[in-house]
């Protein structure tokens, strides 16, 4: 796959439209690549028919992105942070059983978490390194609450882990402020969407008031030499285009940030 190709997720939270409308507009719009949600709900269709759909479209799948419910239980001594370690081994398996070499993960979820400390880094240590034992990548996001990410690569070296830079929530929730320099030639994907600040809208980018030339740049002075990949959600005003419609604008708009990659 060329490194700058551009990327989509298939979005379950889609409005008014079933996953295989969604794979198939995002086919029809021009994309090569997508993102799968491996969140182990109650989807009709399953996860694992819309990877088989994905794969009988031509579609090449770059990652997937594993739930993160009850992902706070990670940082609890309890029984139920030692159950979610088997739940993401099991994931992880599954996606190298499929062919998919790199799963994106959340630390925490919602406004609040239990601190970062010893007991959910070992946690974490030991999903890595099963994921490493199997040759695949594992990025965490920066999510809602600062700190975790820093802590987990702070004291995490592995190769096979890194981070997944997400747009929407550097610019919702922490106010554009990233320590690019930290992670440097450590993002191993991204997740490009915008908003107004006021919540994580996943819109367009260029919809919102994100400022996307600064964003590409802290990303190439960090050596991200992945995907363009956008994680798009079709809802609110986009209703009125269609689906078709707002895939086709998502992936010029793709071309566009390709284009500020290669010339900014």
């Known amino acids: 796959m060329n490194n700058r190709e551009i990327a989509v997720v298939v979005n379950n939270a889609n409005k008014g439209v079933s996953a295989i409308e969604t794979i198939d507009a995002i086919k029809n719009a021009g994309f090569k690549n997508v993102f799968i949600q491996w969140y182990n709900s109650n989807w009709n269709p399953t996860q694992e028919e819309q990877l088989k759909y994905i794969r009988e479209k031509g579609l090449n799948v770059i990652f997937a992105h594993l739930g993160y419910k009850r992902i706070n239980d990670l940082w609890i001594e309890n029984e139920d942070g030692d159950i979610l370690v088997d739940t ?3 994931d992880i398996r599954t996606c190298k059983d499929n062919d998919i070499p790199m799963v994106i993960m959340h630390l925490t979820s919602k406004n609040s978490a ?3 400390n010893k007991i959910g880094l070992e946690r974490v240590r030991r999903i890595v390194d099963y994921a490493n034992s199997l040759n695949i990548k ?4 920066n999510t809602k609450i600062k700190g975790y990410l820093d802590y987990v690569i702070e004291n995490i070296s592995n190769d096979n882990v ?23 030639n450590r ?10 600040k006021s919540g994580d809208l996943h819109l367009i980018p260029f919809d919102g008031t994100l ?20 994680e798009l959600c079709y809802r ?17 708009v793709g071309k566009k940030l390709k284009e500020m990659f290669e010339n900014e």
Request: with cysteine.
């Open 236 to 252: 609110y005003e986009y209703l009125k285009m269609g689906i078709e419609n707002f895939y086709k604008k998502g992936y010029e």
């Open 211 to 230: 400022n996307w030339k600064k964003v590409i740049k802290n990303l190439k002075e960090s050596n991200y030499n992945g995907p363009i990949t956008l």
């Open 88 to 90: 993401y081994k099991n």
């Open 187 to 196: 993002i191993f994907a991204v997740h490009l969407h915008d908003n107004d």
């Open 114 to 116: 239990q601190r970062c």
């Open 138 to 141: 594992v990025a965490f996001e």
């Open 162 to 184: 890194g981070i997944c830079f997400d747009s929407g929530h550097y610019h919702a929730f922490f106010d554009d402020e990233l320590d690019f320099d930290k992670f440097k």
